[in-house]
């Protein structure tokens, strides 16, 4: 009963001495074919970039060190791969490592990020205290009347012994008393323009006075209020609606042309040159760089507004439903593509099933194909809405403002989250007058990191609810 | 006995339809004719946009911006160049190796050489481990670790690349220049090169992975009974079955690092100069069409129409990987479906 197991063929595994010679030739030609490469190399640039600069022979003689170098890496790589179980596992464990590699990198950003946050939360508050203090002298000079008073005496002598100058050089009486009428009208209107500046300069000095100095009170500044020039005082509100707008401009426009080409190449027109020429044409678009887009809004959409502000003056010429709208053309090959996919996945059956019950074509499409493909089209229509609220170079070519102190409205200029961070980025450190002398602390790139932070949080929310989405509509759906 | 009608939109549209007489047939036939008008809408796009591409770059090839003097002092003014100028202004642009706005002399080749650059060091980053990532995700990782590993790369991809910018400058740079000597700090090639590859890994890891999965069962169970090893099956039958999708995986992703924008003005700056070290900072295509974009001059001067000219090099560019790819993408679909 017990027969014996044929036994398997196994190819015969070659000695470990005949791996070495394989590893050695095979590494040799590699790094000879490698310094080679590295010698071409090297020698274009002396030729092309720096001519006359060096000697061929130290030249050569780094090509040889290259060669060394390359052996030496390749070596082992090559034994590895010449012994098929080492290959094996090694292959194995370093496909682990790369997809790995990528959350890795996403712990090394977040911590990076966390960190620079912390520090925002650490000199914010010290910032605002310095302003404080500056503000607070301000003050009590402004509110001592005694003060005021010299102060404004100070600037007035100055005027005075400038009529005291005029009146000595003039000559006869009639010009002392012309003179002496001018400046003592002169004098009446600066007086009581000083007073003016004077109580100005205390209300300013009053409201930068911020009282709340806990984490959650500065936070809370942050996110509602205008940017500003001295970096404890900017905030991010305007970016903020603005971002908002965009992406409901950006929904509005691009999901009911999107969807509607979507269907259209499904289920009416699926084949033919002109199906055909649309479908390149989308899957081109969706390749085209994101600054080109800004490019296209940036002269269309502007001209048009330009246009109409001649007679709206209300209307900027770079505004916010441009803005959208350049967004959208953005994210509408997306669309398209995520919801031809989603009505591509709807069950034929259930269409030949309408049909049968005597539906026209379009009554099939709104009551049985959109429904059923709703949950893939909303889920493609929020990746996409992600890529256009984090995007900025359409924006910058657009003529997006950096700096924008009013929340937007559509006819409004506007500036958006990502440009708000681009600008704190491409900023110098901040030079503070603290009591030890000038310090210069990276504020701004702080500033930066707080409103990633909001951009991310934003967009991975997004991302979730559209993971969610996708989820539960595959739970949900069982055809 | 009434007659059942099927159940329908009731829209007021239809109900002002119905009373002008308007017929069922004539309703769908609108209905097709808006949807094909929003399947044209995407032709009209790509017809603006290279409309306004060519037209500005025309522009740009035939005036040239000189001071005028008026009444009211020097003015600039647009006028059109002699042929002879017209030549001169075209053969610089392609073939020269400077680009100093100060004196007129417009040469592509320093922003071409920076985005070179830049998009082999992001090939570099990418290519290797996307692909070791797709072959991992498809051929060995169990279904729950897939799970974790997908999603997370998906993350990775939804970052926002002006984010990708500030990583860049906060982090990778300081990293790099504790090891490298000479490295340009803020702006260097080296650091945008590899934020721009780890921007796109998720994109080449998604597509091959599409494309190494939709190789047939078939073919793996036949190279297992020849006694091969799951490395030797990947390497020698799978990757090679997939070879066009994976081809294409590459070049989409490589279009998408020659399009990268914010990223790479951060990290790399707006300098327009011929380098080939890495180590430096140069503008590459992107980076320039921002910073004129940003600039302070003036809309439609020669300066400023130089943009639309690198924007179309950029666009054709890009456009030309595109359709190469979408062409190897749809031999593969013809193979196995």
Known sequence: MNQPQAKLWVPPAPTLGQTMMTAVRRSSIGAAILSVLFFAVKFLIRVLAEPGNGSFVFLFGQSLYFFGAAWALLFPIVLIIASRAASNAAFTVSGFLATFFGLAILAVFFFHLAGEVVLWFRYTPMLVELENERNQKELAVLSDSTKTAARKRALLTKSEKERDDALSKATTEAEKKEIGEEYAQALQQQALELDKTLAEDRQIAERSLRTDQSPTGILFYFLSNSPSNSPQDAGIAPALVGSVWLGLITILFAVPIGVGAALYLEEYRTEGWLAKIIQININNLAGVPSVVFGILGGFVFVYISKQLQEAHPSIAARNLLGGGLTLGLLTLPLIIVSAQEAIRAVPGSLRQGAYALGATKWQVMWTIVLPMARPGIMTGTILSLSRAIGEAAPLVLFGAQLFVDQVPWPNTRFTALPMQIFNWCDRPPYEVQSPDGPVSIDIWKYNAAVASTVLLIVLLGMNAVAIFLRNRARQNMRY | ?337
């Open chain 2, 1 to 337: 006995m009434s007659t059942a009608t099927p159940p329908g939109p009731q829209s007021p549209f239809r109900e002002w339809l119905k009373g002008r007489g308007t017929s069922r047939r004539t309703w769908e036939k609108l209905i097709e004719w808006a949807l094909l008008g929003c399947g044209l809408f995407s032709i009209a796009i790509t017809v603006t946009i290279a409309g306004v591409i060519l037209f500005g770059s025309f522009e740009f090839f035939t005036t040239d911006t000189v001071k005028v003097d008026t009444p009211e002092g020097k003015k600039d003014r647009v006028v059109f160049m002699s042929g002879e100028k017209i030549w001169e202004r075209t053969s610089t642009f392609f073939t020269g190796a400077e680009w100093t706005e100060s004196t007129g002399v417009y040469g592509i080749l320093p922003l071409l050489s920076a985005t070179v650059i830049v998009t082999l060091i992001a090939a570099v980053v990418a290519i290797p481990i996307g692909l070791l990532t797709a072959t991992f995700l498809s051929e060995y990782a169990s279904p729950r670790v897939r799970a974790v590993a997908k999603p997370t790369l998906e993350l990775l991809a939804g970052i926002p690349t002006v984010v990708y910018g500030f990583f860049a400058i906060t982090v990778v740079t300081p990293a790099l220049a504790t090891v490298i000597d000479g490295l340009g700090n803020p702006n260097n090639l080296l650091s945008g090169g590899i934020v721009v590859g780890i921007m796109i890994i998720p994109m080449v890891a998604s597509l091959s992975e599409d494309a190494l999965r939709a190789v047939p069962r078939a073919l793996r169970d036949g190279a297992t009974a020849l006694g091969a090893n799951k490395f030797e099956t990947t390497v020698k039958v799978i990757i090679p079955g997939a070879f066009s999708g994976v081809m294409a995986s590459f070049l989409l992703a490589i279009s998408r690092a020659i399009g990268e924008t914010m990223a790479v003005t951060l990290a790399c700056g707006e300098t327009a100069r011929l380098v080939f070290d890495p180590r430096q900072g140069a503008a590459t295509m992107t980076a320039f069409i921002v910073h004129r974009a940003r600039g302070e001059v003036d809309q439609f001067s020669t300066e400023f129409n130089s943009l639309f000219a690198v924007a179309g090099v950029l666009f054709f560019m890009t456009l030309g990987m595109n359709i190469i790819a979408q062409r190897v993408l749809q031999r593969y679909r013809q193979v196995y479906q």
